[in-house]
């Protein structure tokens, strides 16, 4: 028997008037979803806990059975992890975004235009981490590179008990109110400081503007955490698995629970990821032997927090295209029984442009049983079911069950 877990990051959405009230799920083009829900259970799960932050690090630990209310420690420690970086126990890890405020005003008084500046460059963003280490990191306090706009920084003796507002939840915003306050605070927003004056006149920053792109001025920390720990997937499952995602925070998982790590050349976390490279890591996964393989794409997410509808409905579409559809046609013809279950994380409100705690619509298809499913797979035919799941923890054993579902 072999699984396939596909997650289609923050896919779920809200009604959204410029659809008619439709939601992307809905609009976008999903043959091979719609092609496996008359025959499998379809439902809606709770992927992030009631109470808990609706972030990655908890929903994708709920999917692959660890319990967030045990096992989420932030979503930092997991991406320093993925960075090959070494945790001491006294250790915290903090994710160190660049992001783009608006210019002119006093450092409080500006507005948070972009969480991710622009979608920088890896090389770009690792060229100014660099540079900020430089000139602002210390003994204690370092900062190390990791994809696109998401960084790090580990601070020996460092608070993990700090409270920071997630750049992606303030979009268009004075930052005043959300940035890091009093003593504990203190040290957090001089750096933030430092770095926009660093960062100002920097020629990566210069060269970016010429080309009408928008400028990587500072820095934001936010998610803190200490050194994480998972039980081994295998010995928890007994069966080999494999992680394919662009993000540091799913492959931290990976790693911490001691599953393989597939890297994909061109794969980056954005709409224009390499999803043909992803499919075809998969089916060389299993055709190395792996039982299972979880595929994170992180493109829905991502064009939610910049607003981009249409570039989510083609996000949706091209996973659906570019990936489930050729690992579903391996998987036919290998002559072995296989299980798929696909769905979101959470959902990810195109309208806000942020993370919401609700539940989401999955999908759990298997090759040796016929369920009684439905017609296509969207939020709303998800709910019509009367399916419902309150802990995304027990979707693995759903899974893997021989007693089916």
Known sequence: MKYLIVVFDGMADVPLPALGGKTPMMVAKTPTLDKLCPTAEVGMVLNVPQGMVPESDTANLSILSYSPLLYSKGRSPLEAVSMGLEMKDSDVAYRANLVTLSEGETYENRIMLDHSADEISTEEGRALIAYLNEHIGDKAKRFFGGISYRHCLLWDGGDETVPFARPHDIIGREIDAYLPKGEKGAPFLLMMKESAALLQNHPINLARVAEGKKPANSLWFWSPGKKPALPSFKE???????????????????????????????????????????????????????????????????????????????????IDQYILAPVFDYLSQNGEDFRILALPDHPTSTLTRTHCPDAVP??????????????????????????????????MEKLLSTRGV
């Open 362 to 395: 999955y999908l759990l298809w298997h090759s040796d049983k016929v369920c009684a499913g439905i017609a296509s797979f969207c939020e709303e035919t998800a709910k019509a079911t009367d399916i419902y799941l309150p802990s995304g923890t027990v979707l």
């Open 236 to 318: 928890k499952w007994g069966i080999r698995a494999a992680v394919i995602s662009a993000v540091d925070l799913i492959r931290g998982i990976g790693l911490c629970a001691n599953m393989d790590v597939l890297y994909v050349e061109g794969a980056t976390g954005t709409l224009d990821t390499n999803y043909q490279g992803k499919a075809n890591a998969a089916i060389s996964a299993f055709e190395d032997g792996a039982d299972l393989v979880f595929i994170h794409v992180e493109g829905p997410d991502e064009c939610s927090h910049r607003g981009e509808m249409q570039n989510k409905i083609t996000a949706i579409s091209n």
